[in-house]
């Protein structure tokens, strides 16, 4: 489902269902030595979904650490996303000569919850999705939405990014995010979404200038 909205030149590899087992390398292993199994099995999966990816990359056997701040630290030359959700995980990479930045994002396909909704949304941005079909659950799609761009944000200028520095606009499988912040050498983002298999996902892939 992720290659949906991936486009060409970004390898990805996603798996549905409860996490398989999957060996981690020495340097990945710090990050959850003291962690709860489900949440040790759910890390070890999304990185093989991670070292799949990058073996279409032509990266053998490659890891995949979390740094200090949690997110992944990636081989030299390579830029990526990854996210899981219950029931699904997900990586994306490409290499960085191509990409600035990828950004991907899972959820649940269900409505946000109201006090998450006025914390992710501004009045303008609930007003556009006011007359839309909510079984596509839109307010879930500009909360990925929003969740992809800090994926691009975040490894660029190591600098929060809150929900209410981004404006999304959504198109048909399309969306626009406006960043209120510097940063980054464009404030616009173009990403895609879509729905399905009870999921929504969310991509956004930037290219080198």
Known sequence: M???VLPAGVEAAEHAGPPVPAPLHPSEEA????AM???RAEY????ECARTALRRLGLADAAVPAGPDRAPVWP???VGSMTHVDGYRAAAVGRADTWAGIGIDAEVRAPLPPEVASLVMSDDERSALARTDPALCLDRVLFSAKESVYKVWYPVTRSWLGFEDVDVRLGDGTFTARIGRTGLR????????AVGDGLVVTAIALARA
């Open 2 to 4: 992720i290659e949906r």
């Open 31 to 34: 990050a959850v030595v003291d």
């Open 37 to 39: 199994p489900a949440r």
């Open 44 to 47: 070890a999966a999304v990185r």
């Open 76 to 78: 030299p030359g390579i």
């Open 186 to 193: 464009t404030d616009v983002l173009h990403g895609r979404w």
